[in-house]
């Protein structure tokens, strides 16, 4: 029987200067499709990481190393929600209530719920 051990390379400051860069220029291509939704997105998905994952949040600004590969997801996130407010804009029924759940299934973040999910 033998058992393998993976050892993770400990993040330096160079995976930190790396993932700032790719968060940057994910966030400029985002911002290259969708020039009048771009930051209305980004406000929301910040209002919502800062209280659901402050690890993502972080990562999404370009502020921590990315140890957990989130970025895909949090770009890819920010390029859906910019969609959706372009439609929003053009006549199609997005709520707000539609974005954050949006959000926050994308990223599989926590839903509130009330009283604990108990109903009556």
Same mark, same amino acid.
């Given at each position: 029987?033998?058992?393998?051990?993976?050892?993770?390379?400990?993040?330096?400051?160079?995976?930190?200067?790396?993932?700032?860069?790719?968060?940057?220029?994910?966030?400029?291509?985002?911002?290259?499709?969708?020039?009048?939704?771009?930051?209305?997105?980004?406000?929301?998905?910040?209002?919502? +990481?800062?209280?659901? =994952? !402050?690890? %993502?949040?972080?990562?999404?600004?370009?502020?921590?190393?990315?140890?957990?590969?989130? *970025? /895909?997801?949090?770009?890819?996130?920010?390029?859906?929600?910019?969609?959706? +407010?372009?439609?929003? =804009? !053009?006549? %199609?029924?997005?709520?707000?209530?539609?974005?954050?759940?949006?959000?926050?299934?994308? *990223? /599989?973040?926590?839903?509130?719920?009330?009283?604990?999910?108990?109903?009556?």
């Amino acid at each position: 029987m033998s058992f393998f051990f993976f050892e993770a390379a400990p993040m330096t400051y160079y995976d930190y200067l790396e993932d700032k860069e790719y968060a940057a220029e994910m966030d400029s291509k985002v911002r290259a499709d969708y020039p009048r939704h771009a930051d209305e997105a980004r406000a929301l998905m910040n209002k919502i +990481l800062r209280r659901a =994952d !402050k690890q %993502q949040w972080l990562v999404f600004n370009g502020e921590a190393c990315d140890r957990n590969f989130d *970025l /895909g997801g949090l770009a890819t996130t920010h390029r859906y929600v910019s969609s959706l +407010l372009e439609c929003r =804009d !053009k006549g %199609q029924p997005v709520s707000e209530q539609y974005l954050e759940s949006a959000v926050r299934a994308c *990223l /599989g973040l926590g839903f509130a719920v009330i009283k604990g999910g108990q109903t009556g």
